[in-house]
């Protein structure tokens, strides 16, 4: 268990980075998460809608990661927090499994963080012709 008492928001958000980067499992990502967390993913993507509790976020991290996309390289730009709210500005640059053409993008991530464990995460892409051309969305 990730003990998270007394972090401050934006140091729950790079905990959560940094555990995956160090061990590349998604469990200790979501160790930081709240059992209810709420990770919402934009509407016109293949893994779009509201995914709540760890287990469906859990699934929905793995499908994107093994189903839609593969080799994933984050650069994280940035951070900038107040008491609950995270905003993380990074590009992600990945390979569509489908159609093999590689898209790199901006993406804001809004992580809400209570208590210390994320409560929510929502992240919002920059470049959606990119990205639907190399998940083939149309």
Do not use: C
């Not at 401050?8 to 995956?20: I, K, M, T």
């Amino acid at each position: 268990m990730t003990d998270t008492t007394g972090l401050s928001a934006e140091d729950v958000v790079r905990l959560a980075y940094d555990l995956v980067e160090k061990t590349g499992d998604i469990d200790q990502f979501l160790a930081v998460f709240a059992d209810d967390a709420v990770l919402e993913e934009s509407s016109w993507l293949p893994y779009g809608g509201e995914h709540r509790g760890k287990p469906a976020i859990k699934d929905t991290i793995t499908r994107i990661m093994t189903g839609h996309w593969r080799d994933f390289t984050i650069v994280i730009n940035g951070y900038t927090s107040d008491a609950e709210l995270v905003i993380v500005d990074l590009t992600l640059t990945a390979t569509g499994n489908q159609t093999g053409k590689t898209a790199s993008f901006k993406v804001l991530e809004m992580w809400r963080v209570k208590d210390g464990k994320v409560v929510w995460l929502r992240p919002v892409y920059g470049d959606y012709a990119q990205i639907r051309e190399a998940l083939a969305l149309g």
